[in-house]
């Protein structure tokens, strides 16, 4: 990925457990409702999740950034670890869900 503006806290600025509470209620805001949503992102082969892991918006920028062939073997490397033993890459994820008013 090319590196973040000046200033800013990059593709993962808000993933640090309850930062993006603290902006928003620096900025006025009061949260309503927080909670944590579980996404299983299960494919069936290594194939099929490059496909759809090399389709998103911040793969697009690093592949206009270090070319397809990197980032496809970046990408191929970093799911490794969840390659289960008939081939399925299972990764299980979680979003931070808030609802707030100003």
């Known amino acids: 990925m090319p590196p973040p503006p000046p ?5 993962f600025a808000f993933s640090e457990n309850w930062s993006l509470e603290r ?5 006025g ?5 927080n909670t944590d949503v579980t996404s299983v992102w299960d494919y069936p082969d290594t194939d099929t999740a490059l496909k ?17 062939e990197k980032a496809y ?3 191929l490397k ?11 890459i299972v990764h299980n994820n ?9």
């Open 23 to 27: 902006i928003l209620q620096e900025k």
């Open 78 to 88: 970093a799911v490794q670890p969840y390659v289960k033993h008939d081939g399925r």
């Open 52 to 68: 759809g892991l090399l389709s998103v918006g911040p793969a697009a920028k690093a592949i206009e950034n270090a070319g397809f």
């Open 29 to 33: 805001f009061k949260i309503l409702r």
């Open 73 to 75: 073997e970046t990408t």
């Open 94 to 102: 979680k979003y931070r869900v808030l609802i707030a008013e100003k």
């Open 7 to 11: 200033g800013s806290g990059g593709s």
